[in-house]
C-alpha cells in the first residue's frame, strides 16, 4: 500500500476514472489515467471516483462531480489536459491509451527489492508486484546516465520466481525496460526487431519447435519511477531458451542438449574471425558470454559447439565454405541477417549484440542466431555528441571480415547468389521502403497521439543523456524516412546487385585479365567436382573447365 499511496495524489486519494486509476507525476503535477484507445477522439462519459472519507465532490474544470458520479470528458485527445481539485488539492488530469507501469525502489548496478504495476488500458489490475530490479546496459549503463533501461526480475513474497504477463505477451518473470536512451526517435530498437521477426526465416529446427522466435515481443508504456515521469519505455520479453525453444538441460544425467550464448563484446571471435582455446570453467570466452544453461547449473559447461564454429570461420577456405559452410551455420537466417544489417547499417550488431543458439548439441551443433539491441540502426548512432555522423550516412558500404558474413558477401561462393535471390524477394513486400518507413511512423504516432511523445520530450529533451540537445522526435522521424530512401536506393544499386556474368576476378569488367584467372583457377582445381570459386562457372555447368573460358570469350566478342 506504500506504492499506491505515495503514487497517486496524497495520502487516501486514489483517484479512477471508468475505474482505470490515474497515477501522479509529481514532476508535472498531473495525474495521467490509461482508457481504451477508442476513447480517444470521442466524448467519454464515465464515473469518477476517488479514494478519501473526507471528500464528496471533486472539481473538474470548474464543475461539481459528487463521488462516484459521472462527467463527460469532452474531445479526449494526447495532451488534453483538465484541472481538478479535490480536498483543495488541485491538479491536472490526462490520459493515454498505453499502459502506464509504476515503479517503485532505489536501483542500480545489482539487483535490489522493489514493486512494479502495471496499469493496462483494457484490464482493471491493480496488483502491487515485488520484484528483484537492476540498471542494466553497457554504453547506456555509465555514471551521470540518468534514464537508465531496467532489467525485472518478478519474484513471490518468499523471493521465489514468479511469472507474470502483459499486453498479450508471453508469462514470464523475465522482462527488459529498454528507455532507447540514446535514441532520438525513442523507437528504434523496438521498429526493428520487429522488421527481423516478419522478414526472418524460421531457425533450421522449426520442424520440430514451430514456435521458435530468433526476437522477442514486446510494446510501448509510459513509466512512473518512484513518482515522477520517467518517460517512454519499451517493456519487452527477454532472449533466453524458452523464446527460441532450444532442448532443456537434462538435470538427471547432467546431459547438455540446447545451448545459449551472447556476443557481449566486439572481438576477433565474435566475429568468427579468430579461434581462440576455451575454459570450459569459465562464464565467458572470447568475448561471449554463456546464457543457457547457466555456469552454476552444469559446472563446467561447453563450448565446443560454438567454438566450432568460430574455428570453421577462421581457418575454411571459400572451397571449404561452399561445402560445409551449411554443417556450422543456419545459413538461410545467415543471409537473412546479412541483409537486415545492411538495410539498417547495423554496425553495432555484426559482432556484438547477437545471441547466438545450438538447439541440441547431442543431435546437430550446428548454431543459428537472434537479434537483439537494434538502436544504432537507421541512422541512429550510438553517442550522441554527434547524432548523424558520416558513419551512419546511408550511403556507407560496410564491409565484414571473413567470418560468416564476410563470406557470404563474396562472389565465390554459392551464398552470395542466394543472397541477392533472397533480398530480391523481400524487396516486393517487407524492405520496400515505403513499408518500412510506415512502420516507424506508426510507432513515432503511436506514442504522439495518446499524448506520450510530448511528455517524453518535456521530461528529457536537453537532458545531459542526449547531451544537451533538444529531443525532437517528429524531426527525427523525418530524417529516418529520407534515411531509409537513400539506403534502399544504395543498396539496389551498389550491393545487392546481379554479378556480372564472365567477371571472375570481380573488378566489374569482363576483359584478358577474367581469362588469366579462370586459368589459374582450372590449372588449381581439383577433380573432385566441386567449384572453390562459383563466379568461375561461367555458362553454370557446375564444373569449372575450358568451357568456361569459351563463355567469357563469346561474352567479350558479344556473341549470344
Not at 568475448?287 to 563446467?300: I, N, Q, R, S
Request: with cysteine; hydrophobic share 35%; proline share 3%.
Amino acid at each position: 500500500m506504500i506504492l499506491l499511496a505515495t503514487t497517486t495524489l496524497f495520502a487516501g486519494a486514489q483517484v479512477r476514472i471508468g475505474g482505470h486509476l490515474a497515477v501522479m507525476d509529481s514532476l508535472t503535477n498531473t495525474c495521467i489515467c490509461p482508457i481504451a484507445h477508442e476513447a480517444f477522439g470521442t466524448d467519454l462519459t464515465t464515473t469518477v471516483t476517488f479514494g478519501t472519507d473526507s471528500a464528496a465532490f471533486a472539481i473538474i474544470d470548474n464543475d461539481s462531480v459528487p463521488q462516484g458520479g459521472n462527467y463527460t470528458f469532452s474531445n479526449i485527445t494526447g495532451g488534453k489536459k483538465w484541472t481538478m481539485a479535490i480536498d483543495g488539492n488541485r491538479f491536472d488530469l490526462t490520459f493515454t491509451y498505453l499502459p502506464v507501469m509504476v515503479m517503485e525502489g532505489t536501483f542500480g548496478y545489482e539487483y535490489v527489492q522493489g514493486t512494479v504495476m502495471v496499469l493496462e488500458p483494457d484490464r482493471y489490475n491493480e496488483t502491487v508486484m515485488p520484484a528483484r530490479v537492476k540498471w542494466r546496459g553497457a554504453t547506456t549503463n555509465i555514471d551521470g546516465r540518468n534514464k537508465r533501461n531496467y532489467h525485472i526480475k518478478f519474484v513471490d513474497g518468499d523471493g521465489n520466481k514468479t511469472d507474470r504477463s502483459f499486453m498479450g505477451l508471453r508469462k514470464d518473470n523475465s522482462w527488459i525496460m529498454d528507455a532507447g536512451q540514446v535514441d532520438f526517435a525513442r523507437i528504434r530498437n523496438r521498429v526493428a526487431t520487429e522488421l527481423w521477426g516478419d522478414m526472418c526465416r524460421p531457425p533450421y529446427y522449426a520442424d520440430q519447435e514451430p514456435k521458435a522466435k530468433s526476437y522477442v515481443d514486446g510494446g510501448m508504456v509510459e513509466v512512473i519511477l518512484n513518482g515522477k515521469y520517467a518517460g517512454c519505455y519499451a517493456l519487452t520479453e527477454a532472449m533466453d531458451r524458452k523464446q527460441m525453444k532450444l532442448k532443456k538441460f537434462n538435470e538427471n544425467t547432467g546431459e547438455i542438449h540446447g545451448q545459449l550464448w551472447k556476443a557481449k563484446d566486439l572481438t576477433n571471435s565474435t566475429t568468427f574471425n579468430i579461434y581462440k582455446p576455451f575454459d570450459n570453467n569459465s562464464e565467458t570466452w572470447a568475448g561471449f558470454e554463456t546464457k543457457y544453461p547457466e555456469l552454476d547449473e552444469v559446472a563446467p559447461t561447453d563450448y565446443t559447439a560454438l567454438a566450432e564454429a568460430v574455428w570453421f570461420g577462421d581457418t575454411c577456405s571459400f572451397y571449404d565454405f561452399n561445402l560445409k559452410a551449411e554443417q556450422y551455420y543456419d545459413m538461410p537466417v545467415m543471409i537473412d541477417y546479412n541483409i537486415f544489417l545492411q538495410t539498417l547499417l547495423g554496425i553495432d550488431n555484426y559482432g556484438k549484440n547477437i545471441y547466438w543458439a545450438c538447439y541440441d548439441r547431442a543431435v546437430d551443433p550446428k548454431v543459428t542466431l537472434a537479434v537483439w539491441d537494434l538502436d544504432v540502426s537507421m541512422g541512429g548512432n550510438w553517442t550522441t555528441k554527434e547524432v548523424h555522423p558520416s558513419t551512419m550516412s546511408p550511403t556507407r558500404n560496410i564491409t565484414f571480415a571473413n567470418g560468416i558474413l564476410g563470406r557470404i558477401c563474396k562472389p565465390q561462393t554459392k551464398f552470395w547468389q542466394q543472397s541477392i535471390d533472397r533480398y530480391r524477394q523481400l524487396r516486393q513486400d517487407v524492405l520496400d521502403p515505403d513499408s518500412i518507413k510506415q512502420r516507424y511512423i506508426d510507432a513515432v504516432n503511436n506514442i504522439k497521439l495518446c499524448g506520450a511523445m510530448d511528455r517524453e520530450q518535456n521530461r528529457w529533451s536537453r537532458d545531459t543523456d542526449l547531451s544537451g540537445k533538444p529531443l525532437d522526435i517528429e524531426g527525427e522521424l523525418a530524417y529516418i524516412c529520407d534515411w531509409i530512401d537513400k539506403r534502399i536506393d544504395f543498396i539496389d544499386n551498389n550491393y545487392f546487385v546481379e554479378p556480372l556474368k564472365g567477371d571472375v576476378n570481380n573488378d566489374k569488367v569482363v576483359d584478358i585479365a577474367d581469362i588469366n584467372e579462370l586459368i589459374n583457377i582450372i590449372l588449381g582445381y581439383g577433380n573432385d567436382g566441386i567449384m572453390s570459386n562459383v563466379s568461375a562457372d561461367v555458362n553454370h555447368d557446375e564444373v569449372v573447365d575450358i568451357a568456361d573460358v569459351s563463355t567469357i570469350i563469346n561474352i567479350m566478342l558479344h556473341i549470344k
